[in-house]
Each structure stands twice: as C-alpha cells, then as structure tokens.
C-alpha cells in the first residue's frame, strides 16, 4: 500500500499522511493534482487516502473506495446511550471492565460497541487479517471526530492488531479473554450491513474449526460467533443459534 493525500489538503494533513507512512514503513507519494485513477495506474497498489476529516482506502482493482466512518454502530451507540438493549452486549453479557477480542475486526463496528460497554476499565482487542483494512481502521479510529463522546473513548481505547486470528490466539493463556468473538463474512447480502459490503472483496470468508477451538481455549466466559440465520456454521463449529425474530443475522454462543 502506497500514502498520498486528498486532493487539496493543508500542511497539516500532508504532515500526518506522511507520519502515517513512516510510522507503517510505506512509501508516502506527493498527490500533485493526479487522480487517485491515475496514481494507481503509476503505482498498481491499495492507496490509503489522508484528508482533513477522513482516512480512505482506495483498494487496488475494487472500483469505489473505502472511507472509515462507524457505520451502523453509530446508530446502535445511540440506541445505547438512550437505554435500549444491543443484541451484541446482551448476548455476550458484556460488563464494564471485561476483555473483549474482536477476532474479525473488519470496519470495526462491533468492537466500538463493545468497547462502549466494558468502558474505560476494560479493554478491547480488535485484530484484523488485511493490512490495508488494518491501517484504515487504526488510523480512522484514532482521527475520527464525532460529538459522541461515547463513541470517541471507545474507539480510542480500542487496540488494533495486524494478524490472523488463528496466529494471535495461538500466542494468548488459557482462559485470558472474558469473550472472544467472531464476526465472518456473510455469504448473503444483508441489508443492514452495507458497509461492510464495501469490504467484501478482500475479507476472507472462512472461520475453521482450529480458530474455535483457540478460542475456548482462550475465553474465559464465551465464544460468540454471528452469522447468517441459515448458516450452517452455528450446529458445525458447536455453537447454540440464539434466535432472534426479526433479523436476518443471529449470534450462537460457547460457554466456556
Ligand atoms: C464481516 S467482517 C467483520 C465486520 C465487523 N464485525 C464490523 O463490525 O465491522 C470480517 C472481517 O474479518 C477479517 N478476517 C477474516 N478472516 C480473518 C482472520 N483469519 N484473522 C483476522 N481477520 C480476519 C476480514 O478481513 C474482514 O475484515
């Protein structure tokens, strides 16, 4: 992946594009009014995007690109704030100061949901197997500006980490993680997860058996994994579907 800057852009923003390169060890390349078209022609790589008030990617042969927002967990945080119940931190009990690892990190939405429910004395691991998916995601955290206080904490407190998820929990104690959570690619569109839908030419699809069993290992209460309502993965890799009416995604779960 290559680093360049919107196209008009203060120094401030080319100070930090070229920070952000230094810091990952890419190559920074100077906009000079060329088309994100023409740059990766020049370039034949993903290009991340620094601009005033967002971080992009632009994902080499995927036609749009990606700019980090909070999506539907923007809404879902609101709901929280208001007192409604999230099915995410109903269903993994989530508490204020437990440990949360986000096994399939993606645009980050459920970690910043969590992340609002264990609060400033817990702690949540988000670990995401793209590189590129994994800088825009650490570096959207950190510059994103919202009102909501609640969701800015979260983000900030939230640990990014590059890696395969099998590799990652390999390295991690026994029963070292309060939940360890899994969130694959749906193979059905759903509606509600559009932004996802911008990632799924790059997101792996699979979750095997060897990750499973990592991860009750690792959990020190729960593995969660949502998925499809029809999919088979609930009864194959062990996990009890809880069923919920109207939506099209459900959540099983392992008690450890
Ligand atoms: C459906 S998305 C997750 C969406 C996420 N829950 C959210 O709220 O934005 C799945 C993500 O998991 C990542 N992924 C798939 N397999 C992985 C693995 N073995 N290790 C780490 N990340 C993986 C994909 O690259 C993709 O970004």
Known sequence: MIVTTAGRYSQETLALAIDIATRYKLVFVNREKRSISAI????????????????SIKLSGVEKPIVYHPNFAMVRAKRIIKGEVDALVETSKLEQGMTFLDCTAGLGADSIIAGMAVGQTGKVYAIEKDFSLYVMLKEGMNQYKSHLDEIISSMRQIEVIHSDHVKYLENLEDSSIDIVYFDPMFSTEIEESQGIQAIATVANQGLTTKAVEEAQRVAKRKVILKDHYRSPRFEALGFEQVKRKSS???????EV
């Not at 022609?41 to 008030?53: K, T």
């Not at 099209?248 to 392992?254: D, L, R």
């Open 248 to 254: 099209k995604f459900h959540y099983g779960i392992i």
């Open 40 to 55: 990766e022609e020049r370039y034949n790589d993903d290009i991340l995007v620094v601009s005033s008030d967002s971080i």
